[in-house]
C-alpha cells in the first residue's frame, strides 16, 4: 500500500472515529433525558423490572412461536429482551447480553435513527423502517423495523419492534431495478422500432426508433397507454397500400401466430421488416409485441448483388478464358462455356469427372496432382499444362489456379483459370529454334570476320612489301611523279588496312557482352593518357571523380580512346582542350567529352554514328570510329548525342547504365 493510501485511510478513519463521538455524546444526553424518565417511574412505584416481568409473562407464548427476530429495548437504547432469532440475526452469542442497540448503527445513518427514535416517541409506533446495521459479529446487515411503544398507565417506559434481515432481498431489489434499467435505455435506443402492447391493445412500451420511422412528434413515453389499433389506422397513409397495411395486420392478430420479415414499402420508398410474436403466460393472452425495422439499404445492396452476379455470370460465362471449379477431391463441379469450347467435352460430360482423370498428358498427371495438393494449403500460383482435348489434339494451358473457401473461411476445393497458350508456345519454340540458329550464324560470321580480315590483309601486306622494294631497288632511277606515285599506293595499301581492321572490330562488339566486370573509370582514364599521344598544345582535363561502371573494360577503353582521339584530331585552335566529366542520373552515369575544335554542323548531327559516315576526308578515318562508340554506349543500355557549333567546339554526351 502506498504512503497517499495509507494518509487517506488515516483521514477517513478519523472522520468516523469523529463522527462515533458526537454519536455517543447524543446518546449520552438521551440517557440522561431517560434517567429523569426512569427517576420519575420509580416515585410512581411503576419499576421497569415489575413491567418487564409482567411483559414476560404476557408474551411468553409471542416469543416461543415468532419467526422474525423480536426485540425490547429501554428509552435508553439498551437491549432488555431478544428472542432466539434476534440473537441470530444481531450476531450475539446469547440472549442475555447487556448491549445498547445505537452502537450497531452505521455512523452515515446516526442522525436518520435519532429522528426516528423521535416520530416513535412521538407517534407511539414506526412502521417500514430501514436501517443498516453493524451486527456483533462485524457483519452489515439491512434491517427492516416495526416497532411501537410500551406504556404503563400511560407511562412510555420501553420499546418493542419486529426486525427482519433485508439485506439479499435488498440487493436483489437493486439488481432487479439495474436490470430494468438496462433493458429500458436498450429498447429505448434500439435500431428496431419497438411497440409493447398489453392485452387490451394499450402501448405499453416503445422506443425512439418507433416514432422516428412513423414520423410521430411526441416522445415514447407520451405514447404509453394509447390505443395501438387505432395509431395504426393514422399511420396506415405512410404506406404505399394502406388498406393492405391494416388488413395484413388484422390478419397477424387473428391467428396469434409469430410472422418474421413481414415486408412494407413507404410512399417515401423506404422498406420496413416488421414481426410479431404474441405474449402468451399458459393458455393467456398477455400482450402483444411488433418490432419494424428499416431495411431500404440491405434490400438495395441485396438487388444490385444479385444485378452484379448476374453481369459477371455473363462476363464468366463468355470470356476466353476456360473456368472450372472442383472439390477436393478433383471433382469438377462448374466448367463455363469457354472451357467446353476448349475441351470439346460437353458440360455434362465434364460435371462430377476428376479433371485429372481425362484433361492432362499421362507425362503431366503428376504436376496436376502436385499443384492440387498445394491447394489444399492454401498457395496459389500459375503453371502451365499439357491437356488432350476430346478429338486427340495435344494443347497447351496456363492455368492460374486458387483455393476455394467457404463462408467459415475453410477450404472446399479450388478455382482454376484456363488460358489457352498453344500458338503463343508454338512461336516461342519457334523463336528458341531462330535464336539458335542466328547465334550459330553470328558465330560463323564472326568466325568469317576473321577469316576474310586475314585473307584480305595478307596480299595487301604483299603489295605494300612489293611496292617498297621496287620503290628501294629503283629509287635512282624514278623521278620525283612516280616517287609521288609509290607514296600513294603505300599510303592507300595503309588505309585499306586500317579500314580492315576497324571493320573488325565492329563486328566483334558485343560477342562477349557477358563478359563484364567492374570498371574504374577514373583509373582506365589516366592509363589511357599515358600510353596515347597528345599535342602539346592541347590540354585535356578529368573536371571531377569519375565512378565505377560494370562493363566490359575493353569495350569502355575503346570507347573513351575514340572519343579523346576524334577530338584531338579535329582541334585546329593554337591552343586546345578537352574537357571530360560525369553526372549521376538515376539508372545511368552520364559522361561528356567536350573540346574546341572545327565543331559539326547541325545537319550532320544524325549522319556522324553512322558506319563508313566521314565528314572530314582525313587519310587517317575510315568513318567507323562513331559509329564503333554508338554500338559500345548501346551494348552498356546507354544513348549518345552530341552539341556542336561550327569553329566553336563540340561536346558529345553519352549514357551508361549503373
Not at 121 to 139: A, C, P, R
Request: hydrophobic share 35%; net charge negative; proline share 2%.
Amino acid at each position: 500500500m502506498s504512503q497517499d493510501q495509507v494518509d487517506i485511510l488515516k483521514r477517513a478513519l478519523a472522520r468516523e472515529k469523529s463522527a462515533r463521538k458526537q454519536a455517543e455524546k447524543i446518546l449520552e444526553h438521551k440517557a440522561t433525558e431517560l434517567f429523569e424518565v426512569n427517576q420519575k417511574l420509580k416515585k410512581s412505584n411503576i419499576g421497569l423490572e415489575k413491567l418487564l416481568l409482567r411483559t414476560d409473562s404476557q408474551l411468553q407464548g409471542v416469543f416461543e412461536n415468532i419467526v422474525d427476530a423480536y426485540v425490547i429495548i429501554d428509552l435508553s437504547g439498551n437491549i432488555l429482551k431478544m428472542n432466539d432469532a434476534a440473537v441470530s440475526l444481531l450476531g450475539f452469542k446469547h440472549a442475555k447480553e447487556n448491549f445498547n442497540l445505537m452502537k450497531m448503527v452505521h455512523f452515515s445513518e446516526l442522525k436518520r435513527v435519532q429522528e426516528s427514535f423521535k416520530n416513535l416517541f412521538d407517534e407511539g409506533s414506526i412502521t417500514d423502517f430501514n436501517v443498516n446495521l453493524i451486527t456483533k459479529d462485524k457483519q452489515s446487515k439491512i434491517v427492516h423495523i416495526n416497532a411501537s411503544i410500551i406504556y404503563d398507565e400511560g407511562v412510555p417506559v420501553a420499546a418493542q419492534g419486529i426486525v427482519r434481515d433485508i439485506t439479499k432481498e435488498k440487493a436483489h431489489e437493486e439488481q432487479l431495478i439495474a436490470s430494468e434499467s438496462r433493458l429500458s435505455t436498450l429498447i429505448l435506443n434500439l435500431d428496431s422500432g419497438v411497440v409493447l402492447e398489453d392485452e387490451n391493445r394499450n402501448i405499453v412500451l416503445t422506443n425512439n426508433k418507433f416514432t422516428e420511422l412513423f414520423n410521430i412528434d411526441s416522445a415514447p413515453s407520451e405514447l404509453i397507454g394509447q390505443d395501438c389499433l387505432a395509431s395504426s389506422k393514422q399511420n396506415s397513409v405512410l404506406f404505399k397500400n394502406p388498406e393492405g397495411f391494416l388488413n395484413r395486420m388484422r390478419e397477424i392478430d387473428a391467428k396469434k401466430e409469430t410472422v418474421i420479415g413481414d415486408e412494407l414499402e413507404m410512399v417515401n420508398d423506404k422498406i420496413l421488416e416488421r414481426n410479431y410474436i404474441p405474449i402468451v403466460q399458459g393458455e393467456q393472452l398477455k400482450g402483444y409485441l411488433w418490432t419494424f425495422k428499416d431495411v431500404t439499404l440491405n434490400r438495395t445492396y441485396r438487388k444490385s448483388l444479385e444485378v452484379e452476379k448476374q453481369k459477371y455470370y455473363s462476363i464468366i460465362s463468355n470470356m476466353n478464358l476456360g473456368l472450372i471449379e472442383v472439390d477436393l477431391n478433383d471433382r469438377i463441379l462448374m466448367v463455363n462455356q469457354s472451357l467446353v469450347n476448349m475441351t470439346g467435352y460437353s458440360e455434362k460430360e465434364l460435371i462430377g469427372i476428376k479433371g485429372k482423370d481425362i484433361l492432362p498428358l499421362k507425362k503431366d498427371e503428376g504436376i496436376l496432382k502436385e499443384k492440387l495438393r498445394e491447394r489444399k494449403q492454401g498457395k496459389t500460383e500459375s503453371y502451365e499444362l499439357r491437356i488432350k482435348t476430346k478429338a486427340g489434339e495435344i494443347r497447351h494451358w496456363l492455368v492460374s489456379g486458387a483455393p476455394n473457401y467457404n463462408i467459415k473461411g475453410e477450404i472446399i476445393g479450388s478455382i482454376g483459370i484456363n488460358f489457352d497458350i498453344t500458338e503463343i508456345k508454338n512461336l516461342q519454340l519457334q523463336k528458341e529454334s531462330l535464336l539458335k540458329k542466328l547465334e550459330k550464324s553470328n558465330d560463323e560470321l564472326h568466325e568469317y570476320a576473321h577469316i576474310v580480315s586475314h585473307d584480305l590483309k595478307s596480299p595487301l601486306r604483299s603489295i605494300y612489301a612489293l611496292t617498297t622494294w621496287l620503290k628501294e631497288d629503283n629509287k635512282d632511277k624514278l623521278d620525283a611523279t612516280s616517287v609521288q606515285n609509290f607514296d600513294l599506293i603505300e599510303s592507300t595499301l595503309e588505309k585499306m588496312e586500317q579500314l580492315i581492321t576497324d571493320i573488325l572490330k565492329y563486328s566483334s562488339i558485343g560477342s562477349d557482352e557477358h563478359d563484364k566486370v567492374h570498371v574504374d573509370i577514373d583509373t582506365l582514364i589516366k592509363d589511357l593518357l599515358e600510353i596515347s599521344y597528345t599535342p602539346d598544345h592541347i590540354k585535356i582535363n578529368v573536371q571531377n571523380e569519375l565512378p565505377i561502371i560494370l562493363g566490359n573494360k575493353t569495350k569502355l577503353q575503346q570507347l573513351f580512346q575514340n572519343l579523346i582521339s576524334n577530338a584531338v584530331k579535329f582541334i585546329d585552335k593554337e591552343e586546345g582542350f578537352i574537357d571530360i566529366c560525369f553526372e549521376e542520373l538515376e539508372n545511368h552515369y552520364q559522361f561528356s567529352v567536350k573540346d574546341n575544335g572545327m565543331g559539326i554542323d547541325e545537319k550532320f548531327h544524325d549522319k556522324i554514328f553512322k558506319i563508313f559516315h566521314s565528314l572530314n576526308k582525313r587519310k587517317d578515318s575510315t568513318g567507323i570510329g562513331l559509329s564503333i562508340v554508338k554500338k559500345i554506349v548501346e551494348l552498356h543500355e546507354g544513348e549518345i548525342w552530341l552539341e556542336s557549333q561550327p569553329n566553336v567546339g563540340t561536346t558529345f554526351y553519352f549514357t551508361l547504365k549503373k
